[in-house]
T-cell receptor
Framework: DGGITQSPKYLFRKEGQNVTLSCEQN?????MYWYRQDPGQGLRLIYY???????QKGDIAEGYSVSREKKESFPLTVTSAQKNPTAFYLC???????????????FGPGTRLTVL | SQQGEEDPQALSIQEGENATMNCSYK?????LQWYRQNSGRGLVHLIL?????REKHSGRLRVTLDTSKKSSSLLITASRAADTASYFC?????????FGSGTQLTVLP
């Protein structure tokens, strides 16, 4: 059963704590992405990775960090430096990494992060 | 980069009617994609139109692209209650991904 999974579905954290969101895909896709979505708004790109051990900042990378040690996994850490972290976080992957932004993306179900 | 614009922000129609939503973007693109999002869920890819195409069909979906105006439209014909969702456009160019702000479509039974 192929697909892209995110865990957990809901996450609560106290102010000042770092938290890591999981994203795994078994689609053998080269590229992976992290987006943030605020209520009633579109998606904003946080980070993306086209190949293992390499990643690039998106539009709103400040306060976030990522790693890509394995092709299947692209975890996102929301650090205490992120001033307004409460949001819905979506991970996606796409098959081709050659030209970012041109390939169909497959999305996970999302993680809703709430900072208390 | 800034997000693209979509209009209308919200659209409410009766089942069986057609729904049209529009997307404008700011930079030259390789292609433009439309996605659907049910409330609180991930996005699902609907259709992709390349920059050298003007119109594309997929089932009840019809997408047009006008690169001179930097705009695209998505038409859903014979709408159903199950089409109720948010619809987003994604304008893609090298090293840039920009989602529109979305249109919330409600189809009333």
């Amino acid at each position: 059963d192929g697909g892209i999974t995110q865990s957990p579905k809901y996450l609560f954290r106290k102010e000042g704590q770092n938290v890591t969101l999981s994203c795994e895909q078994n689609l053998n896709h080269d590229a992976m992405y992290w987006y943030r979505q605020d209520p009633g708004q579109g998606l904003r790109l946080i980070y993306y990775s086209q190949i293992v051990n390499d990643f690039q900042k998106g539009d709103i990378a400040e306060g976030y960090s990522v790693s890509r040690e394995k092709k299947e996994s692209f975890p996102l850490t929301v650090t205490s430096a992120q001033k307004n972290p409460t949001a819905f976080y979506l991970c996606a992957s796409s098959e081709l990494a050659g030209v970012i932004g041109t390939d169909t993306q497959y999305f996970g179900p999302g993680t809703r992060l709430t900072v208390l | 980069s800034q997000q693209g614009e979509e209009d209308p922000q919200a659209l409410s129609i009766q089942e069986g009617e057609n729904a049209t939503m529009n997307c404008s973007y700011k930079t030259s693109i390789n292609n433009l994609q439309w996605y659907r999002q049910n409330s609180g869920r991930g996005l699902v890819h609907l259709i992709l139109i390349r920059s050298n195409e003007r119109e594309k069909h997929s089932g009840r979906l019809r997408v047009t692209l006008d690169t001179s105006k930097k705009s695209s439209s998505l038409l859903i014909t014979a709408s159903r209650a199950a089409d109720t969702a948010s619809y987003f456009c994604l304008s893609g160019s090298a090293r840039q991904l920009t989602f529109g702000s979305g249109t919330q479509l409600t189809v009333l039974p």
